[in-house]
Structures are given as C-alpha cells and as structure tokens.
C-alpha cells in the first residue's frame, strides 16, 4: 500500500473539461436565445388575436370600437405592450411590442382604417 496515493485530477485534465464545456455553450446559448425570441413573437400574436376578438365583443355591445383596453377587460401578456392607434366606428389597428424582442414590431387592423405597418392585408397579423 502507498502512503501517498495519487488522487484526484490533474490540472490539464480540469482544463480540457472546461475547454469542452464551452464549446458546448457556444452551440447552444444562440439556439436558447432564438427559441426565446420565437417565444416572444408568438406572445404578442396571441396577443393581438386576443385584441381582435375584445374589439369584435366591443363592437357588438356599443357599436364602434375603443382604443381603450380597461374597457374591453383586456390585457396583454407581461413584457408585451398593446397599443391601438386608430379605433372608431368602422375599423380599428394595433400594434405590439415586447421589450426582451426588441425591434420587432408586430401589427394588425381591421376594417376600413390605414394599414399599419408591418400589417399589409386586413385581418393578419404581421411581424417584421
């Protein structure tokens, strides 16, 4: 038996594992950071969707459509920002925004109000 058995691992050893662990990391921090920006993006269009059927609810009970969202008891899911820029009695456009997937900018309108970019076909929500 020896007194002094080696135990352990060596320095280079330790090194080569961390060398791998980076690597490793390289690979899959960028695909984490995509799946989390799809994630965003298909927040703010449930988003939206969810806006569109508020303003059709809303138009059934008062006959126009609000810009207002507390009147509708609608809100949108955190880090996710609504906002209706045009709403009357003939049409309505949104646009949403999440500040984790910044710059995109998605948008919808309905009716007979001004496409809102990046919205170019009424009624489909569109993100750029």
Request: net charge negative; glycine share 6%; with cysteine.
């Amino acid at each position: 038996m020896k007194p002094f058995a080696k135990a352990g691992f060596t320095l280079v050893e330790l090194l080569i594992v961390v060398v791998i662990i980076g690597i490793l990391a390289m690979f899959a921090i960028p695909t984490f950071q995509d799946t989390k920006g799809k994630a965003n993006k298909a927040a703010m269009m449930t988003d939206l969707r969810n806006l569109s059927t508020a303003e059709e609810g809303y138009l059934f009970d008062h006959e126009t459509y609000t810009s207002v969202l507390s009147d509708m008891n609608y809100s949108a899911s955190p880090g996710t920002t609504v906002t209706v820029t045009i709403a009357t009695a003939s049409g309505w456009s949104a646009s949403a925004t999440n500040v984790q997937s910044f710059p995109l900018t998605c948008a919808i309108f309905h009716g007979s109000t001004a496409p809102l970019a990046p919205a170019t076909v009424e009624g489909v929500i569109e993100c750029k």
